[in-house]
């Protein structure tokens, strides 16, 4: 017996307009300065405002600095390629 009645039931998590959490995540070469991240942080949070009609307080950006040494493409070395 399913007791949602087939319904799939998704805890914790609404998908309305209001409560959509764009999440933004950003995997790059290491060598950044934080002031960069925090410029590219803001536009990214300003074009989901202005396009995606985000509330600035639900979008969330994550930066991966990845070694480019740690960083391959078909068993080659991403950095070979540059």
Same mark, same amino acid.
Request: overall charge negative.
């Given at each position: ?8 039931? !998704?805890?914790? =998590?609404?998908?309305?307009? $209001? ?5 933004? +995540? ?5 060598? %950044? ?8 942080? !803001?536009?990214? =949070?300003?074009?989901?405002? $202005? ?5 600035? +307080? ?5 930066? %991966? ?18």
């Amino acid at each position: 017996m399913d007791p949602f009645g087939g319904q799939a039931r !998704r805890v914790g =998590c609404s998908f309305g307009r $209001e409560s959509a959490v764009p999440l933004v +995540d950003v995997t790059w070469y290491e060598g %950044r300065s934080h002031e960069q991240k925090e410029e590219l942080a !803001r536009a990214i =949070c300003e074009a989901f405002v $202005e396009i995606g009609d985000a509330r600035p +307080d639900t979008v969330h950006v994550i930066f %991966r600095d990845i070694d480019p040494a740690q960083w391959f493409k078909s068993a080659g070395l991403l950095k070979e390629e540059r």
